[in-house]
């Protein structure tokens, strides 16, 4: 812009001069006067070379000027112009970004809920679990207990049959070892543990 202008400069100089030296001439011819003393011929040649420097001016410099001034303006538009999208596009990531982050805390608490609920099943099936085996192990011990219980009580028939015996046989000073004695004791005793309250049926 500014190169136009200056190549401009010269022959806009060389037109210029010999109109300049002639006013100066015009002004010298007339004798001047004073301060404030009008000459016309050098206002007349003021006013042209005024309008000839206006002409040249608006033909080879303004309209570049304002060529120049428009390609900024429009420029510095369109600069604002996408600063202006682009911050509406940094608004609508930033609230993309906040939807997504609310959904990621919604499946967090939900895998923690789902969590939650998944341990108390297992804790309430471990539980299950224990408490059945409990009672197994209960029923067995029972069973077991009353096995030993069924065991000692004939094993206590048989000693008491035995002692019975040895007692008969000491009382009437003769061996009772008999199939037949055996099985008259064994009567008797049983016949005693089923009369006795505290005895099993």
Sequence with gaps: ????IYALAPPLAVFLNPLVAFAQEHGEEGGGGGLFSINAGLSIWTVVIFAALLVTLWRFAWGPILSAVEAREKGIQGALDEARNRQEEAAKLLEEHKKQLADARRQAQEILAE???????LRKEL????REESDA???RARSEIARERDAAVDALRRESVDLALAAASKLLHQKLDTEQDRKLVLEYVNGLSAKSPGAEA
């Design 1 to 4: 812009m500014r190169l136009r």
């Design 115 to 121: 969590g939650r609920e998944a341990a108390d099943r």
């Design 127 to 130: 539980e299950g679990k224990a």
């Design 137 to 139: 192990i209960l029923a």
